[in-house]
C-alpha cells in the first residue's frame, strides 16, 4: 500500500558495503540477509505496508525495499516489525538500540505505556544511564500484541533535545528568564490569589491535557475545584472528541464507545468513517486493513483516498461538513429495504417514528445531491453494512470536528441502533470512537471538564457534588464553568484574570490562531506547563519545566476505555518535575493540601467518587494488564462490552437521532473557493513538539499541502511551489503537493509545523453542542508566495 509521506533525499546514500543506512530509524545489511523473507511477511501480514521484497536470484536473493532505491526513499512507515522478526542483524536499528529486538531478554527495562495516540500501545523501555536505549513493543501489551509505530517505537530524540525546559521561567521586562520553583511558584501563587481578589474564582482557569497521566488530570480538577473554587477547567477534548462524549451518551448512556476493539476485530463488516487510522492510529490501522484484506468487507467513508480507502469494498467521499445527510441516506436505504432490527427497536430503542419521519427526506438521490457521494454508493454502503451479521463502526475526527459534530455522531450512531449492532446482543460490535491523542478519554473520565466531576458526575446534580465533597471535604462550585473557547472569549473581554495551561501548545493547535494569542496577551497571568519553548510559551508570564510520558508514572485510558499503567522509565532532566508534583507545588505555594501523595493513591481517591472505576487500583493494573471501565467494584473484571443489561440513558433505552442536516459554517464562494480539511500524517503528532525533535523530520521535513492536479493546474503550482493558504481568518504558508487523494476542490495539510500557521486558517466554527472547532471545514484560496 503506498503510503502518503515525503520521500526526501536519503541522509545518507548507501555505503560502500552495499549497507543501506539512508533511514534515520532502521538500516539493512544485505550481506547477512539469508532471504528467510520473515521481515516480508512481517511487513505484509501484520503491518500491511508491502514495503519489502525479496530480490536477485538464488544465492543472490536479498532482501530490498520494494520501490527500489534506499530505504528511506521507500513505502516504509517504520513500525520496526521487520527489526524484531530479521534473526541474522541483517536488518537493525542503529545507535544503541541495535541489537536490542522485542522477545529477547533485556534485563534493563520498563513496561510503560505509549504517549502518543489513543491506542494505547504497551512498550517495553531499555534504560542505560537513565538513556533510552531502545522501545520495543511489549509482546503481551493488550492493545498491541508486539507491534508499534514509528513515533511509539521510535520517536523518542526530544528526550534530550538542546531546548528541553529544565528550569521555571519568568517574565521580567518582556523576557522569560531562569528562574527557581521557589519564586516561580510564589508568583503563581500570588497571582492566582490576586485573580481571585479582583474577579472571583470565576476568573481563573486552567486547560489541561490528554498528555498528562489520570492522576494529573485528577489532581488538576481537584485543584480548581477546591482550592481556586471554580469549574473553569477543560482539557483538549474539547477540540477533538468532545461530540464523541456528548452523541454517544446521549445515544447510549455513557461517554465512549459501545464496544471493544478486540469484539470488532470479529466483525464481518467494517464501516470507517472520518478517520485514517493507518496514519493517526497505525497499530489499529494495521490490523482493520488485515481484517479487511482477509475476513471482513470494507467501507470507508472519507473525503480522501487514502489508508483504508484504498481497500475499500465501497469508498463513499462525501463533501466535507455532509456527514449527518450521509448517515441519514444510510439509514434511509436500511429502513427503505427492511434491513433493521424491528425486535430491538421496539424493546431497546425510542426515537423511531420521527426518525422515519425525517428520513424520508434523505432517499439516495437526495442524499447524492447534498454530499457528492454517487447515489448508487449509498445504497452499496447501506446494503454492505445491514446484511453483515456483525458490523462494526469506527471514526474518528472527520465525524467530530464539524459544526454539527455531535449530530454526526448520534446520526452514525442511528445505523448500529437501526440494525441492534451491538455486542451484547450478538448482532454486531457497536461504535467505536478512535480517540487522537494518548490519554484524551482519561482527562474528560477524571473530570478536567467544565460541567462534570470525575466519572461524569454533573456539577450542577446535588447528588453527584454531594459525594465529591464527602470525599473531598470541601463545599464544591454549583455553576458549570467555561469551555476552552469560553475561557479564552472570556480572556480577550478582561474577565479571565489567570489562566493555567497544562501540556498544551494552544497558540499552534487551537483554531483561529491570532485570537488565541490574543487572549493570553490580554490575560494578566498566563502559567505554562511545557517540556520545550512553544508558541503558547511565547505569551506566558510564567513557564514551569515538566515530565514527559516515559517520565511519570500514573495511567492513561485508551481508545477504547482501556486503564493501562503509565511508569517512569527515566527521572526528568535537571529542575523539571512532574505535572503530578507541580500541581501538588502549587497548591501547596496557596497553602492547601490536595492529598492524594501519591499516583496510586490519587486513583484510589477517584474510585470513590466515581463508581465507574471504583473497582480499579495501580495493584490490580499492574496484575492484570489491562481494565476497561465501567469497573465497579475490585471483585469484577471491567466492561469492555456495555450495556448488558440495559443502556444507561434515562430511561434505559438507544435513543435515535433525527437531527436534519445543516449545512458546515463555511462553503466554497468566489472569493474562497477552495475547502481546506486539515489532520494528521504518520511521520508527526499534533503539534510537532515531540516528533519534530529528532529522526522523524529526516522522514517529513516540513508541511504539504495537497492539492489534485486539476486545481493545481488552475492555480498554475506544481509539486514543490510553496503556496500561499489564505482564509478569512488568516494565512498559512506551505509547499503544494500534487495528489489524486484529493476531490478536485478540496486540499489537505496536517497541523504538525506550527511555523506554517495552519491554525490561523481555521475558523471560529464549533459544534454547536459541545464547542468542539470546526477543523474539517474552511474554505480558502491560494496564491504563489512570492517571498
Ligand atoms: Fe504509540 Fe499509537 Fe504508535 Fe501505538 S500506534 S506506538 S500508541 S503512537
Not at 220 to 248: E, M, W, Y
Not at 582 to 596: K, R, T
Not at 677 to 706: F, I, P, Q
Request: net charge negative.
Amino acid at each position: 500500500m503506498p503510503r502518503t509521506g515525503h520521500h526526501p533525499a536519503p541522509a545518507t546514500a548507501p555505503t560502500p558495503h552495499n549497507r543501506d543506512e539512508s533511514h534515520p530509524y532502521i538500516h539493512l545489511d544485505p550481506d547477512l540477509c539469508i532471504a528467510c523473507g520473515r521481515c516480508v511477511r512481517m511487513c505484509d501480514d501484520v503491518q500491511g505496508t508491502f514495503a519489502l521484497t525479496l530480490t536477485g536470484r538464488g544465492a543472490d536473493t536479498v532482501v530490498a525495499p520494494g520501490t527500489g532505491g534506499p530505504w528511506a526513499q521507500s513505502d516504509c512507515v517504520a513500525c520496526g516489525g521487520c527489526v524484531d522478526t530479521c534473526p541474522t542483524g541483517a536488518i537493525t536499528q542503529p545507535g544503541p538500540g541495535r541489537g536490542i529486538t522485542t522477545g529477547q531478554p533485556h534485563p534493563q527495562h520498563v513496561r510503560t505505556t505509549c504517549g502518543y495516540c489513543g491506542v494505547g500501545c504497551a512498550l517495553d523501555v531499555v534504560v542505560s544511564d537513565n538513556q533510552v536505549s531502545a522501545v520495543l513493543p511489549a509482546l503481551d501489551g493488550p492493545v498491541n500484541q508486539g507491534h508499534a509505530c514509528v513515533k511509539g517505537r521510535f520517536s523518542h530524540g526530544y528526550l534530550t533535545s538542546a531546548d528541553r525546559l529544565t528550569q521555571p521561567m519568568i517574565r521580567k521586562n518582556g523576557t522569560l528568564e531562569p528562574a527557581g520553583w521557589e519564586e516561580a511558584l510564589t508568583l503563581a501563587a500570588d497571582g492566582l490569589r490576586a485573580a481571585v481578589a479582583a474577579g472571583g474564582p470565576d476568573a481563573v482557569a486552567a486547560i489541561s491535557s490528554a498528555r498528562a497521566t489520570n492522576e494529573e488530570n485528577y489532581l488538576i480538577q481537584k485543584f480548581l475545584r477546591t482550592v481556586i473554587k471554580t469549574n473553569n477547567i477543560d482539557n483538549c477534548s474539547r477540540l477533538c472528541h468532545a461530540p464523541s462524549a456528548a452523541g454517544l451518551s446521549a445515544a447510549f448512556g455513557h461517554a465512549g464507545g459501545t464496544d471493544s476493539f478486540d469484539d470488532a476485530e470479529k466483525a464481518d463488516c467494517l464501516l470507517v468513517v472520518g478517520a485514517n487510522p493507518v496514519e493517526a492510529h497505525p497499530v489499529i490501522g494495521a490490523r482493520l486493513l488485515q481484517q479487511a484484506l482477509n475476513k471482513a468487507s470494507l467501507i470507508v467513508a472519507d473525503p480522501r483516498a487514502v489508508g483504508l480507502a484504498h481497500h475499500a469494498d465501497v469508498h463513499l467521499r462525501p463533501r466535507p461538513g455532509t456527514n449527518v445527510a450521509l448517515f441519514h441516506g444510510l439509514a434511509h436505504v436500511l429502513v427503505a429495504e427492511g434491513m433493521t432490527d424491528p425486535d430491538f427497536l421496539r424493546e431497546r430503542a425510542t426515537g423511531l417514528t420521527e426518525l422515519i419521519e425525517l428520513l424520508a427526506h434523505y432517499p439516495p438521490a437526495r442524499t447524492a445531491e447534498l454530499t457528492g457521494v454517487p447515489a448508487q454508493d449509498i445504497t452499496a454502503a447501506a446494503r454492505l453494512y445491514g446484511r453483515a451479521r456483525r458490523p462494526a463502526i469506527l471514526y474518528g475526527l472527520g465525524v467530530t470536528e464539524h459544526l454539527h459534530g455531535t449530530d454526526g455522531v448520534r446520526t452514525l450512531a442511528n445505523l448500529a441502533i437501526l440494525r441492534g449492532a451491538l455486542a451484547h446482543t450478538g448482532r454486531g460490535y457497536g461504535i467505536i470512537p478512535l480517540r487522537g491523542q494518548n490519554n484524551v478519554q482519561g482527562a474528560s473520565d477524571m473530570g478536567a471538564l467544565p460541567d462534570l466531576l470525575p466519572g461524569y458526575g454533573r456539577v450542577t446534580d446535588p447528588q453527584a457534588r454531594t459525594r465529591a465533597e464527602a470525599v473531598w471535604g470541601r463545599p464544591l462550585p454549583t455553576r458549570t464553568g467555561l469551555r476552552i473557547p469560553e475561557m479564552l472569549q472570556a480572556a480577550r473581554q478582561g474577565t479571565l484574570r489567570a489562566l493555567w495551561i497544562i501540556g498544551e501548545d494552544v497558540c499552534a493547535t487551537d483554531p483561529n490562531s491570532h485570537r488565541v494569542a490574543d487572549a493570553l496577551d490580554t490575560c494578566p497571568l498566563v502559567i505554562v506547563n511545557e517540556l520545550f519553548p512553544s508558541r503558547t510559551t511565547q505569551h506566558a508570564d510564567i513557564v514551569l519545566p515538566v515530565a514527559s510520558w516515559l517520565e511519570k508514572d500514573g495511567t492513561f485510558v485508551n481508545f477504547d476505555r482501556r486503564f493501562q499503567r503509565v511508569r517512569a522509565a527515566l527521572r526528568p532532566p535537571a529542575a523539571a518535575r512532574t505535572d503530578f508534583d507541580v500541581v501538588h507545588a502549587l497548591a501547596a505555594a496557596m497553602g492547601a493540601d490536595l492529598g492524594c501523595r501519591t499516583p496510586a493513591e490519587t486513583l484510589a481517591e477517584c474510585g470513590r467518587i466515581a463508581p465507574l472505576f471504583a473497582g480499579l487500583s495501580h495493584t490490580r493494573l499492574d496484575r492484570e494488564g489491562a481494565v476497561a471501565w465501567p469497573c465497579p467494584s475490585p471483585d469484577q473484571p471491567g466492561q469492555a462490552t456495555l450495556y448488558t443489561r440495559a443502556f444507561t440513558t434515562p430511561d434505559a433505552r438507544a435513543h435515535l437521532s433525527a437531527a436534519p442536516y445543516l449545512p458546515p459554517g463555511e462553503e466554497p464562494d468566489t472569493d474562497y473557493p477552495l475547502l481546506l480539511v486539515t489532520g494528521r500524517r504518520w511521520t508527526h503528532y499534533n503539534s510537532g513538539s515531540m516528533t519534530r525533535r529528532g529522526g522523524n523530520l529526516l522522514l517529513e521535513a516540513h508541511d504539504h499541502l495537497d492539492l489534485h492536479p486539476q486545481d493545481a493546474a488552475r492555480h498554475h503550482l506544481t509539486d514543490g511551489t510553496e503556496v500561499t493558504v489564505e482564509s478569512r481568518h488568516g494565512k498559512a504558508r506551505l509547499t503544494a503537493r500534487l495528489s489524486d487523494e484529493l476531490s478536485p476542490g478540496q486540499v489537505f495539510c496536517a497541523f504538525h509545523f506550527p511555523e506554517s500557521g495552519v491554525n490561523s486558517l481555521t475558523s471560529d466554527h464549533a459544534d454547536t453542542v459541545t464547542s468542539c472547532p470546526e477543523y474539517k471545514v474552511t474554505a480558502v484560496r491560494l496564491t504563489h508566495t512570492t517571498t
